[in-house]
């Protein structure tokens, strides 16, 4: 009778887990809209594919998401703001990334822009996301730290925001995600140089928090992994791609924590001159 008990309770919280809604967190690097657009067709795919209802949400800005995913508010994540330290405490563990080449960070100017050199920029200003931005902010302010370049941060919400207002002419440059920026300037005729680029990174990955049961992240995963091998999922993909100008290849591969040591590191390094 009791191991009767027991199957039944264990059959009953694996109907729970699944049952369950599970947040998908993703840093609004574009507009809310173009954001929710490029990811809610895939979030519906993976979720009629592994059985795991997925809800997509975001902040306002870089920063109030970052802000809620240091503090474990979602289940997935899209973002590599959780190898900030002060990320650590949420323990979020890689599970894919996006497949393609690596990411880039790049200092930017207009193309019509008087500076030409990394050392122009001492003294003024430059754009960026948010503080806990990866290759928008930490990246870049690594290079110029290193450079013996001071510069003051302007910070524009998200990175499009930024670009939004390097356009405008309000910046005179700013710290930006290679492929963002490439994918901003072929929708809104954006004339850009580049002033500096970085070495590559492994591209933003899909995290979990330790919560989220392990059969459940296994079939996210999966599900992930698997789209551009079935006709629908690659659809779904293609379809998400024109709304950002997105360049093949597209879809998910399998990834891990190891991959991403080195973006930790520019966190520490970033997080040591600034706590002085």
């Known amino acids: 009778m009791k191991r009767f008990a027991a199957t039944l ?8 887990a699944w049952a369950q809604t599970y947040s998908f967190g993703v840093v609004p690097v574009r507009s809310a809209l173009l954001t929710a657009q490029y990811w809610n067709p895939i979030l519906d795919y993976v979720g009629r594919k592994s059985g795991v209802t997925l809800e997509f949400s975001t902040r306002k ?3 109030e998401y970052s802000d809620a995913e240091a503090r474990g508010e979602f289940d997935f994540v899209y973002n590599n ?21 690596p990411l880039y960070s790049q200092i930017v100017v207009s193309e019509a822009s008087s500076i030409h050199a990394l050392r122009e920029l001492d003294g003024r200003e430059i754009g960026a996301p948010s503080k806990n931005a990866f290759v928008g902010y930490a990246v870049p302010m690594v290079a110029l730290i290193q450079a013996g370049v001071t510069v ?11 670009m939004a207002q390097l356009r405008a002419g309000t910046i005179p ?4 995600n290679s492929r963002v920026m490439q994918e901003y300037a072929a929708r809104e ?21 330790p919560r989220v049961p392990v059969r459940v992240v296994n079939a996210v995963r999966q599900a992930l992994i698997d789209m551009t091998a079935d006709a629908e999922g690659l659809k779904v993909l293609e379809a998400s791609a024109a709304v950002i100008k997105q360049e093949k290849p597209w879809g ?12 930790g590191e520019v ?10």
């Open 267 to 276: 966190y520490r390094i970033l997080w040591k001159t600034e706590a002085r």
């Open 61 to 63: 800005s870089s920063l």
């Open 9 to 16: 309770l264990l059959l009953a919280l694996t109907v729970s």
């Open 252 to 263: 998910f591969v399998a990834a891990d924590d190891a991959g991403y040591r080195n973006q």
């Open 189 to 209: 005729n954006c004339k850009y140089r580049v002033l500096w680029t970085s070495e590559p990174y492994l591209d933003i990955p899909v995290a979990v928090h």
């Open 152 to 162: 003051t941060p302007v910070f524009g919400g998200n990175q499009e925001g930024v």
């Open 173 to 176: 440059a700013a710290g930006v």
């Open 81 to 101: 703001h959780i190898f900030a330290p002060s990320h650590a405490a949420a323990a979020y563990r890689v599970i894919a990334r996006m497949a393609g080449k």
